[in-house]
């Protein structure tokens, strides 16, 4: 179970559920037509000596009804990357990946010149990312700038002594992140986030709804997913289910305008037919979304 101030690596508590998200990065990558490619994701699961995820990678065999192999993170990451390019063709040339557990999009992406990415993250697993690049001689496309902090922590401080410029417009993402922060953190977050946004920012979310019974979906899933490598990640011990905020609405009161898309519409948007699911997961797809909220004052481009 979570407990204030409670820390993890990449192969334990929050931090598996990144390694997991690698993994389905990485099968995604190995796709004849794949929505995103990630390199990175591969070396990262390799470097865990996680026996489960490098088994998934490994044998193809062991995929087949793998909620990591169902293209879902194909569209989350594809939907990121999106928001972070828009975002650069439209002049901002400041990034902050919030949670960024083993996202390698300072590497991957093509950043234009001037770009600094902030990556905030556990101690413990930007430590492991680093050492993993390193190890492969990994070049960043960007001024990228590790700073080790707790999300549910002051963590604004750090990111200006990491030289953050808050009269700068910038991109945000909070990517699979919500869920594991308690309510009242969520909406530290999004106060942080708005009070540091120049006019010209954006942030990137997905959020589940608020109606959706998480007891029941994990319990399916507990049972759904028993042989995967996702077994012994307890979401229920994971997730925050306490009273919180609803994006949309938070930033609506405080002036941004949002723009949410669901699952479906991402998959028509990229041309992708979404999977067949058991009946059980459906509430959960259709109860998330990807939102994209911007400070409707603009920035002149670069």
Same mark, same amino acid.
């Given at each position: 179970?979570?407990?204030?101030?409670?820390t993890w690596d990449?192969?334990?508590?929050v931090?598996a559920?990144?390694l997991? *998200?690698?993994?389905?990065?990485? &099968?995604?990558?190995e796709?004849?037509d794949a929505?995103?490619?990630?390199d990175?994701?591969?070396?990262?699961v390799?470097?865990?000596?996680?026996?489960?995820?490098?088994?998934?990678l490994?044998?193809?065999? *062991?995929?087949?009804?793998? &909620?990591?192999? #169902?293209? &879902?993170?194909g @569209?989350?990451?594809?939907f990121y990357?999106?928001?972070?390019l828009?975002?650069?063709?439209?002049?901002?040339?400041?990034?902050?990946?919030?949670?960024?557990g083993l996202d390698?999009?300072?590497?991957r992406?093509?950043w234009?010149a001037?770009?600094?990415?902030?990556?905030?993250? /556990?101690?413990?697993v930007?430590e492991?990312?680093? /050492?993993?690049l390193?190890?492969? +001689?990994?070049?960043?496309?960007?001024?990228?700038?590790e700073?080790?902090?707790?999300l549910?922590d002051?963590?604004?401080?750090a990111? @200006?002594?990491?030289?953050f410029?808050? #009269?700068?417009?910038?991109a945000w993402?909070?990517?699979g992140l919500?869920?594991?922060?308690?309510?009242?953190a /969520?909406?530290?977050?999004?106060?942080? %986030?708005?009070?540091?946004s120049a006019?010209g920012?954006?942030?990137?979310?997905?959020?589940?709804?608020s109606?959706? +019974?998480?007891?029941?979906m994990i319990?399916?899933? +507990?049972?759904y997913m028993?042989?995967?490598?996702?077994s012994?990640?307890?979401?229920?011990?994971?997730f925050?289910t306490? +009273?919180?905020?609803?994006?949309?609405?938070?930033?609506?009161?405080?002036?941004w305008?949002?723009?949410?898309?669901? %699952?479906?519409e991402?998959?028509?948007?990229y041309?992708?037919?979404l999977?067949?699911?058991?009946?059980?997961?459906?509430? &959960?797809?259709?109860?998330?979304?990807f939102?994209?909220?911007?400070?409707?004052?603009?920035?002149?481009s670069?």
């Amino acid at each position: 179970m979570r407990t204030e101030g409670d820390t993890w690596d990449i192969v334990s508590s929050v931090g598996a559920t990144a390694l997991g *998200v690698a993994a389905a990065r990485a &099968m995604e990558t190995e796709e004849p037509d794949a929505l995103v490619r990630d390199d990175y994701a591969a070396l990262f699961v390799t470097a865990s000596r996680h026996e489960g995820m490098n088994r998934l990678l490994d044998d193809p065999s *062991v995929r087949d009804g793998s &909620m990591l192999s #169902s293209g &879902m993170i194909g @569209l989350r990451t594809k939907f990121y990357d999106d928001h972070f390019l828009a975002a650069a063709a439209d002049g901002v040339r400041q990034a902050v990946i919030l949670a960024a557990g083993l996202d390698a999009r300072a590497y991957r992406l093509p950043w234009p010149a001037g770009t600094v990415v902030f990556e905030l993250d /556990q101690p413990k697993v930007l430590e492991f990312k680093r /050492q993993v690049l390193a190890d492969n +001689d990994a070049v960043p496309a960007a001024d990228r700038r590790e700073i080790p902090v707790d999300l549910r922590d002051d963590w604004p401080a750090a990111l @200006l002594d990491a030289g953050f410029d808050p #009269s700068a417009p910038t991109a945000w993402t909070a990517e699979g992140l919500l869920p594991y922060l308690p309510g009242a953190a /969520q909406n530290a977050l999004f106060e942080r %986030v708005e009070r540091l946004s120049a006019p010209g920012s954006r942030l990137a979310l997905d959020a589940l709804s608020s109606s959706l +019974d998480l007891d029941k979906m994990i319990d399916f899933e +507990d049972e759904y997913m028993k042989n995967s490598p996702m077994s012994g990640i307890d979401l229920r011990g994971l997730f925050y289910t306490d +009273d919180r905020a609803e994006p949309e609405a938070w930033f609506a009161a405080h002036g941004w305008t949002a723009t949410p898309v669901t %699952v479906s519409e991402l998959a028509v948007r990229y041309d992708r037919e979404l999977p067949k699911l058991p009946e059980q997961f459906e509430a &959960m797809f259709q109860g998330s979304r990807f939102v994209t909220v911007a400070n409707p004052r603009t920035a002149p481009s670069a």
